[in-house]
């Protein structure tokens, strides 16, 4: 069930069943020279959506901009500041928290957004610990590619050359969805370099094409298929079994 | 062109013919009891999407959460505060800004969006006006309606029952483009009433089922096609216009 | 009655019968060759004063400064950020608010201040509506140009060159409370030119002795009295229809 | 020379001989049964009014809100908190600035807001120290009763009963002023109580009738006259050397 | 009793016996040619933590880091901005207050730090004033100089180059803690200049060296001891006053 | 080389030899029945001051307090939200870049303050990549128990009931520091619970003690001892090769 598709109604008559909601979360950024800017956020909004044709979860909209200042000097990307990020958030949560959501929960699409997903989390629950009350709702941050059986999966698909930005799995589940948007360039290196993240100009004088260890020659929309297909069945799993969690 | 679906160097190509880029931005909130929660962020994606089949825009990533206090009390509204909307708007432009847009056109979706929306310009523009600097690109919001011709034709359309939100018009742009979402009611009273806009208490307490004058029980697929159509030109033109724009 | 001239035991006598305030809020900023720099603050102010001569409403102290970013390049203009101006706001709503108030009348003089006033009350809305609450007060934003009859008489006495910026009506206005601060010039062009509105540079370059799409010279302490008689009058109406407004 | 009743143009005129501006700068409080609410910010401004007359200063608009949440349970108060406080005293130096004044002189009527005053100015300061520059502007706070000679005078004048707020040196000040809006009330104790300063309750808790410390009763016109007089020629001096220095 | 060496169980412990609890706390800044870094958060922490040995004191972890930017053009300074400061402050007295801690002693070692904390204190009390509650706590900043008699014996110890910073008491107490730290240097002058405190780059063109007004030659570890000496023992009374003072 | 036992000049001259300043980070806070609240700050202090014994290495103050919202409940504990933990390590490296130095390392032993620290940096990066241009400064944050050999010496010393919070590692370490300050206690249960981290609320309800996972009974000063000196070697290679990378 897509929350943007219903009306306040079913989400009243949703809610009388289940208290949990799913929120796509990515980043708009580049992902090298093959890579969709969506890649990010349209990975996990991908598997939500497909997700929830066979499950009754509730999926939110896509927060769809994310902390990805590193790669400010490639046109295309748009970031958020952590300290505007951790605030969205909090006001997404709140939001959801007071409509009866008591479990959010953020499929979330980009690594680089992992800490500041976590410190907003920290500044929600920090209000509630201050005022010495109960913050009313748990949230839980997943990584589409930590759902069970998914990085295996990847890891048998992709042996060498997986790396760790414009990974050939995301941008394979990209080309599984948007078959009409598959790109294809030369890669020089192969495969990409890897090292730190610092800031954008920083990274691409390390980066050139924008690649962090990966060969996204190696995607295949069917690759990106099977990875949709069993991330979409973990995330039911991963769901129930949250908004089963009691104290 | 959708620069969701493009890579960062298809957009560094198309920087080199434009400088202007459209960004839909809208409110995910309740619209009464046939209006779908995302109906004023679909409803600039929905136009600017169709638009960029036949003129050559780029058309950014949907922003697709903003003002909506006052709809809280209805579930499935999630609203950004003010301030954290113009926080969120402000990291957009800078971003884009950055890419080398100079041009930066906000189609919006929302009339709660408005007040906001403007101020955050402000806000952008005032850094430079106190540095004393050129701030190098320009700002521009147009709700979709003003768009020329769409108000004439929706009073044409809907000559009673418009009103102010849930309106048949936007309604109806939605069910053109999401036929398997199209909702049913009975509307108590036909036409919703109107007043003033406050706190969610204050909202739900006089609009009972979230709608301010309309009779959303107007809206058509067809009707909301030719809106989209219409729409769709005369942004184009817009866009034009405002990309050709000079000091 | 003049808050500010009141002691605290006076307010509180006031509350009793009534909890309504009007604060006149504007801008310090240039107006043109021949135009006050506080022209924005001092209308709405003499106008509410001179309203209370002859009804029992309470005026508050004016909020002097406001969003005036774009004039910052013309010496003499005092701007805050949007950003300040909204939480500035927010406190002196919470501080009338806690005193009883729960009718807070912002009668303003600045068109630039309107958007971020609107999103100053939003925000203060927004706080209650997360929270679940009632907000306890509501705001009102009127232009002193809105109030009943006041725009159809300046339209009447400058049919041509009224324009948006350093207008002979707000002209008019200090110069019938002010005569002694009456400035005159030579105005080329006459009627100033008038186009958007963004940095201060910007503006500048646009407009270059600052008014927009105005003829100053047309405006006459006489046609000033007028105005604000007018308006006063008005002002009276308009805020008692708000004090007696439920929900 | 009053800065709100100048054209832009003059003030261009004005820095070309003085890069100095005197801003009064006090808050709406509480004052005691017989105070006016807005006695801090009237007294500065009562006296930077009477200097320019005098001498060729310039007097910026009056910063009339200030740190006042100790008195927020004395209704008619209204009070910024000092973070807000801090972001408008920002605004206003670099506005200031910007148009070219090198040094801002704070003439200030609120014992309550040097802290706040103080912490905003090492704010701005640290813009330009962590920048590694200059910042271009000094800016310097002054207590109306700590100009030459004063305090000095006020004690001579009420030897016993001063005290600390509500004091009938200030009352004077606004007596001579408005001696129109006198107030009279039987003071019991006839001297306020002394102690600390925390919250609104703990405050209204101490002095039940919002003094400290000091016997209103003894103010009269003539000696408020006698210290406005004295204040405006020691204003006059103080400005003069702040404009003088250089490092 | 020192809190960072305590468990949990032991403040429980404490709490059942005192509500108070003392918070050194300084800034990290550069004193002079032979002051140390760290001279303005070890001496409250010097003095505290002697204190604590002869009485039933808890003192908490130092505050090491403060309102120090006139100083980061001498490297090894550590500045937080006022704002960061004052949200900092909040946290840790929230933190305590949350413990059941009801009167916060901060025993402050830098008078640059003295605006910024009482600006915190207010807007920690502001919250409280708005929300019309008690604020449940109550904080004291003392300077170690200003407890009973410190500044008697200091000036009888320095009668002449005692200044303002980077002062031979100050340096004497750090010397008597860490006699192995102990610098020498040539002054020149012997007493250095003394002036206003304004941005880094004005304050290093001013003060060569970065004393103010001192002659830090005349510190003796001996000098030094008979500051902490008598300063513990003042501590001692004045912490244990504020703990007995109710409204 | 101690930073606040030393003066300017001595940093000026370790600045002419090495850009690298280590800062130890942690946290204060509960740590079961016999862990010292200070135990996460004095941690990394303890290993910093320790390895500058025998290498060239200068360490700064201890950034004391961090991100604790979850032990709030707990007395003791003091915590700074993510939002003011971030804007304060901005500060400091603000500051510490300022001076010249282009490698900050933090030394942290706190595992809930990964994520902010993180984000603290993304944001600081994020400004110059807004901005265009080279931050000039490089970040990096290691956990004392990342260092070379530390994690698989205490898996050695402590095979099972090691745990995440209160670990016998941790408490070792402070043992050996701090030998007077060694506090006992029945544990029950022998290892403590896992489960998730959310508001103090509910920490305090899953974790009665405040122990996560870990039995401290299993501590030793011995142990602490022997992770300390390898710590301190392995810190000084880490320190070496972050100072010696250039991009």
Not at 165 to 177: D, G, K, M, N, R
Request: net charge negative; proline share 6%.
């Amino acid at each position: 069930m897509l929350l943007h598709l219903s009306t306040w109604a079913e989400i009243e008559s949703f809610l009388a069943r289940s208290k949990t909601v799913v929120i796509p979360i990515g980043s708009n950024e580049q992902h090298g020279p093959t890579g969709l800017l969506g890649t990010d956020w349209l990975c996990p909004e991908i598997i939500a959506h497909e997700a929830q044709k066979d499950g009754d979860i509730l999926v939110g909209p896509t927060f769809n901009i994310g902390m990805a200042q590193h790669h400010l000097d490639f046109p295309g990307t748009i970031a958020l500041r952590p300290s505007t990020f951790m605030l969205a958030i909090g006001d997404w949560c709140r939001s959801l928290a007071h409509a009866g959501f008591t479990k959010l929960y953020f499929l979330n699409g980009h690594g680089g957004n992992v800490a500041t997903i976590e410190a907003a989390f920290s500044e929600l629950y920090a209000e509630a610990s201050y005022a010495g009350r109960d913050r009313g709702f748990a949230c839980k941050l997943k990584n589409w590619w930590d759902l069970a059986g998914v990085t295996a999966l990847a890891n048998q698909q992709f042996p060498v050359g997986h790396g760790s930005h414009a990974t050939p799995s995301e941008i394979a589940v990209t080309q599984w969805a948007y078959p009409d948007s598959i790109k294809s360039a030369n890669y020089a290196p192969q495969i990409a370099p890897t090292g730190p993240i610092r800031e954008a100009h920083d990274f691409r004088a390390r980066y050139a094409d924008g690649r962090m260890g990966s060969d996204p020659g190696l995607a295949t929309p069917e690759k990106g298929g099977e990875l949709v297909k069993l991330a979409a069945r973990s995330l039911l799993e991963d769901v129930a079994a949250f908004g089963a969690e009691t104290r």
